[in-house]
């Protein structure tokens, strides 16, 4: 999701409701950089700091967690459909996480 610039996240967490409080706090947040810093730290606590699962699940984890407003967006913006897959289970979580990540 650091990949994703913050006026799309925005928009992201206008489309619907978003399940994870923390997560629409983030997709919220105006600046960009305190967002990929809130996001790193949410990151962090998710997964105990361990720096492989970080990065892990910055790639992977908003899009499952939030794969209803995700898709909603991608919806009605067809061109963030590569960037932003529609993540159905944890398997394709996965598979995105370490197709981003390696």
Not at 19 to 36: I, K
Not at 40 to 62: C, D, S, V, Y
Request: charged fraction near 20%; aromatic fraction near 6%.
């Amino acid at each position: 999701m650091l990949n994703i610039p913050q006026t799309i996240r925005n928009q992201i967490a206008e489309t619907g409701k978003m399940r994870h409080p923390l997560l629409e706090r983030v997709f919220r947040l105006s600046d960009e950089d305190q967002a990929d810093h809130a996001l790193m730290t949410l990151a962090n606590m998710q997964t105990n700091g361990q720096k492989t699962l970080t990065r892990l699940w910055i790639a992977a984890a908003p899009l499952w967690l939030e794969n209803v407003v995700v898709s909603q967006f991608t919806r009605t913006n067809p061109d963030w459909k590569q960037v932003l897959p529609e993540t159905l289970t944890i398997r394709e979580a996965c598979l995105i996480a370490w197709g981003v990540t390696y």
